[in-house]
């Protein structure tokens, strides 16, 4: 399975980008995505997810109301729209992928596929 992330970028705090992750290898309508990040020196951390159809979204309390995932099943794309951005938000993004949702699924060692991951930086 691959995972390929872009759409990251520098952008100033308050703005907006939208991230995107193409899946290949596997039926991609049968994967649970998750987008986690990691700034310097930081454990990877969960931003959120979206269960197979969509239907269910869950996210981290510090991007709750200003982050979005949201998936296309046909495009084999998961998207990540980042609102409000904040300085904080500096990191590096990744795609995630695994065939079910995990009772921890905020840990990103229960995801099976990564993308390589895309920068995100937020100027004050």
């Known amino acids: 399975v691959q995972l390929v992330e872009s759409g990251g970028g520098l952008v100033q705090a308050g703005g907006s980008l939208r991230l995107s992750c193409v899946v290949s290898?596997?039926?991609?309508?049968?994967?649970?995505m998750g987008w986690f990040r990691q700034a310097p020196g930081k454990e990877r951390e969960f931003v959120g997810l979206?269960?197979?159809?969509?239907?269910?979204?869950y996210y981290a309390d510090s991007v709750k109301g200003r982050f979005t995932i949201s998936r296309d099943n046909v495009k084999k794309t998961v998207y990540l729209q980042m609102n409000s951005l904040k300085p904080e938000d500096t990191a590096v993004y990744y795609c995630?992928?695994?065939?079910?949702?995990?009772?921890?699924?905020?840990?990103?060692?229960?995801?099976?596929?990564w993308g390589q991951g895309t920068q995100v930086t937020v100027s004050s």
């Open positions: 995630a992928a695994d065939p079910s949702i995990r009772t921890r699924f905020s840990d990103p060692t229960e995801y099976d596929y």
């Open positions: 979206i269960n197979w159809s969509g239907a269910n979204t």
């Open positions: 290898g596997r039926p991609f309508s049968n994967l649970v």
